[in-house]
């Protein structure tokens, strides 16, 4: 290729993002626990409305997203023209970065926040800016420590992927409060769903003119492989991520498949009461085994281990055991392991491999 044609700076900085691994073919009665994903699937009523899109196949998908708007508007009690919908919530990111982060300008997020940040900035052209945290949880103090004139983005993750740790609503405010005037904080909500009585940030949103949310419909919804998430926000700056997204960014299947997805709560909170239970039980049996974590507030648990080659050689008995959790060496804990809740028998095989690996069992 002719050394002249070359990419935007920054595009080959960018690592690829590593998803969670998936069992191999030849492995009986394995279990995905690496990529928070719903142990139950997804609502039956989203399956039928998705199978119920087959008969639209031929037809072009709206391009305002006005039915799934209404009915997240309805269900959050928010104003649905201040609402856009992405191909996960992802795109919501990429969108952000691309508006409103371009050469010269900083993109911030912490020390073990989630990948996609770092590389929507470097997309962009954008110089990202990692700070550190404090004890796994965001520190708002370094935050605004961290800012300045080229700050244009402050990504925060509430609970935090994969730290599950989470900051108090006055915390939020103080970080929204103390950015300086030209910069947006992003709340990203993708375990919102999973902490009882949060709104996500959503009161913020609509106390400021400088914060958008984002959520997803991977998590809770369970609803990962059809990439679907939205964002919130004031309607200048939806005004101008709606300018860049593609008109049918979304298939009908998606949007039919959310719209029934979210006017389905019951599963929703059944999910968020099986999660809790489950977390609990599972953090508690691994801490009796001398693998402590932090309280987490989303739906998978940070083990920590002595050390990284202790966590590698659990990980690697608990694959020999068919059960797949993440390494998260790449978010710079070598020492930890990200194990996703899953149903009750799940957690009681990896609290009975765990026990095995540490010669207790
Ligand atoms: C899983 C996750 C998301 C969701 O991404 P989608 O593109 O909506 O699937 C967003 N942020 C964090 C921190 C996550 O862990």
């Known amino acids: 290729m002719s050394d002249a044609i070359r990419p935007q700076p920054g595009i080959l900085d960018i690592a690829l993002y590593e998803g969670g691994a998936a069992p191999s073919g030849a492995m009986t009665n394995a279990v995905k626990l690496s990529s928070n994903e719903n142990p139950f699937g997804a609502s039956d009523k989203a399956k039928d409305a ?10 072009y998908p709206s391009t305002d997203h006005a039915a799934l708007r209404t009915a ?11 609402v856009i919908c992405g191909v996960g919530s992802d795109e919501i990111i990429h969108f952000l970065c691309q508006a409103y982060a371009g050469p010269g300008d900083e993109v911030l997020y912490t020390e073990h926040g989630f990948l996609m940040y770092k590389i929507s900035a470097l997309a962009a052209g954008a110089t990202p800016v990692e ?12 935050l605004l420590a961290a800012c300045n004139e080229r700050t244009k983005l402050v990504f925060i993750a509430n609970p935090n992927n994969p730290t599950g740790t989470m900051i108090s609503a006055a915390e939020v405010a103080q970080l929204a409060e103390g950015l300086p005037p030209q910069a947006i904080l992003v709340l990203d909500g993708a375990y919102a769903e999973y902490v009882d009585g949060y709104d996500g940030g959503l009161s913020l949103v609509e106390a400021r003119s400088n914060v958008v949310m984002t959520r997803t419909f991977s998590k809770i919804y369970g609803l990962g492989g059809l990439r679907i998430g939205w964002g919130y926000g004031p309607k200048a700056i ?12 979304l298939s009908n299947a998606q949007l039919e498949a959310a719209e029934a997805a979210v006017r389905d709560q019951e599963f929703v909170t059944r999910c968020r009461t099986d999660n809790a239970r489950m977390r609990a039980w599972l953090a508690e049996a691994l801490a009796e085994l001398g693998v402590p974590s932090d309280t987490s507030l989303a739906n998978f648990v940070l083990a920590r281990f002595a050390d990284p080659a202790e966590a ?5 008995f608990l694959r020999e055991q068919g059960l797949i959790v993440r390494r998260v060496s790449g978010y710079k804990l070598p020492n930890c392991l990200r194990i996703t809740v899953g149903d009750e028998s799940s957690c009681r095989r990896v609290a009975h491999a765990v026990a095995q690996f540490k010669g207790m069992r």
């Not at 998705?50 to 037809?59: D, F, K």
């Not at 700070?131 to 370094?142: F, S």
């Not at 590698?312 to 690697?316: G, Q």
């Open 50 to 59: 998705y199978s119920r899109a087959v008969h639209q196949l031929h037809r």
């Open 72 to 82: 997240i508007a309805d269900v959050h009690k928010l104003d649905a023209a201040r």
């Open 131 to 142: 700070v550190p945290e404090r004890e796994r949880t965001t520190d708002v103090a370094a």
């Open 238 to 249: 939806i005004d101008v991520l709606n300018r860049i997204r593609g008109p049918f960014n």
């Open 312 to 316: 590698e050689a659990c990980d690697a």
